[in-house]
Structures are given as structure tokens and as C-alpha cells.
């Protein structure tokens, strides 16, 4: 059965960068079916794609609201991919959830439980 | 960027009736069109992929249907675990959107 665990502080101060990464379990992120990707949910919202990446870095979208301040990798060597986002303020408080999405469908169908990122001082 | 709105945005059932939940893109996008159930303090679970097509081991009251920009999810008999946030999520391009979400409660 696939796992994903997100890990990562769970407090960053504003304007740091928050980084996070998420760690496939279960199966080979090196699938070529999938993309994998970052998803986030501020508390009492709605969700909000953030940015997906293809196994050998070759493709990566990310959400034009976000994409001068978001960077997401893969390390196929540990079976995890990582996001970083920089210069953050409150407005970044979430909860952050990793998945794995269909590489012609798009469709998450495996989560990680979430992880709750705090920006605050 | 490809806009999705959800309507409504929550809604108030009883148990047994039949409860649809519509949502619209703001181009067309085929039937690259995906629902998901979050239940509180869960992270969300994929229900219909490709507008239509059941995920393995979803109960059969829910479909969904629908193409190009009008889409909708229908639960044929709420039942009391239905009680969740239904969010549906484009896949035409690979920038993704969501809805913002139906909150469906139990009368």
C-alpha cells in the first residue's frame, strides 16, 4: 500500500523559508504514471494546488500565484520530493499535503495525512 | 488561468434523499474533471476521476457526470458518513484548480 508522510517544521517566521518534504513509502516514486505534488489548505478553506513535478525533474508546473516565491525537487535516490517557499508571511499558514496525481488525469489519489505550518514569530 | 466554482456552497440534507452538487469551469476542459470527499480533519480522498469514472471501492451512490464546462456530483441516498466537504478539480492543463468546495450537513 502506498504512504506518503509529509515532515518539516511545523513553525517558520515570516519572511524565512518554509521547506518540507515528502516521503514516499510502499512504491517507487520513479513511476513514470504519476506526477507528484503539493497541495495546501489554509484553516476554515478551501484547497489550493501549489506545484507538481515529474520522477526525473524533467516537467514542473507551478501555481502562477506562487511560482516567484516556490520551488519543488525530487530525490529519487531516497523516494521523497521536497517544496520550498520562500519569504513567507501568515497569509502561508496551512495545512500542507503531499499526493500522488495521474499523470493524464491529474487526479490525487494518494494523500499524505498533512502537515500544519505555522507562520508566526 | 481556468476558474472553478462550485454551487452550492454548502447544503443541508436528510438521510436517504438524493443530493447534487454542481461545478463549472470557466473554459471548456472535456472531461478532465476530478471530485473529492474531505471529511473533517482528513485529508481529502478521490471519489470520480475523468468526470465519471468511480474510484474502487467508493460506494455506488455517488456519480458524477458532465463535459466541457458543466459538471456535477450526485449522491443517489445521502447516508450519515457523507457528512464532508466535496471539492471538485480541473485536469486540462497541468496548472490545477480546485472548487471551492460544497460542505454538505445532515439534517
Known amino acids: 500500500q502506498l504512504q506518503l508522510q509529509e515532515s518539516g517544521p511545523g513553525l517558520v517566521k515570516p519572511s524565512e523559508t518554509l521547506s518540507l518534504t515528502c516521503t514516499v513509502s510502499g512504491g517507487s516514486i520513479s513511476n513514470g504514471n504519476y506526477y507528484w505534488g503539493w497541495i495546501r489548505q489554509p484553516p476554515g478553506k478551501g484547497l489550493a494546488w501549489i506545484a507538481s513535478?515529474?520522477?526525473?525533474?524533467?516537467?514542473?508546473y507551478y501555481n502562477p500565484s506562487l511560482k516567484s516565491r516556490v520551488t519543488i525537487s525530487v530525490d529519487t535516490s531516497k523516494n521523497q520530493f521536497s517544496l520550498k517557499l520562500s519569504s513567507v508571511t501568515a497569509a502561508d499558514t496551512a495545512v500542507y499535503y503531499c499526493?500522488?496525481?495521474?499523470?493524464?488525469?491529474?487526479?490525487?489519489?494518494?494523500w499524505g495525512q498533512g502537515i500544519l505550518v505555522t507562520v508566526s514569530s | 488561468d481556468i476558474q472553478m466554482t462550485q454551487s452550492p456552497s454548502s447544503l443541508s440534507a436528510s438521510v436517504g434523499d438524493r443530493v447534487t452538487i454542481t461545478c463549472r469551469a470557466s473554459q471548456t476542459i472535456s472531461t478532465y474533471l476530478n471530485w473529492y470527499q474531505q471529511k473533517p480533519g482528513k485529508a481529502p480522498k478521490l471519489l470520480i476521476s475523468?468526470?465519471?469514472t468511480l474510484q474502487s471501492g467508493v460506494p455506488s451512490r455517488f456519480s458524477g457526470s458532465g463535459s466541457e464546462t458543466d459538471f456535477t456530483l450526485t449522491i443517489s441516498s445521502l447516508q450519515p458518513e457523507d457528512l464532508a466537504t466535496y471539492y471538485c478539480?480541473?485536469?486540462?492543463?497541468?496548472?490545477?484548480?480546485f472548487g471551492q468546495g460544497t460542505k454538505v450537513e445532515i439534517k
Open positions: 499526493a500522488r496525481l495521474g499523470y493524464t488525469s491529474g487526479a490525487g489519489d494518494y
Open positions: 478539480q480541473h485536469s486540462y492543463s497541468p496548472l490545477y484548480t
Open positions: 513535478i515529474y520522477y526525473s525533474g524533467s516537467n514542473s
Open positions: 475523468a468526470a465519471s
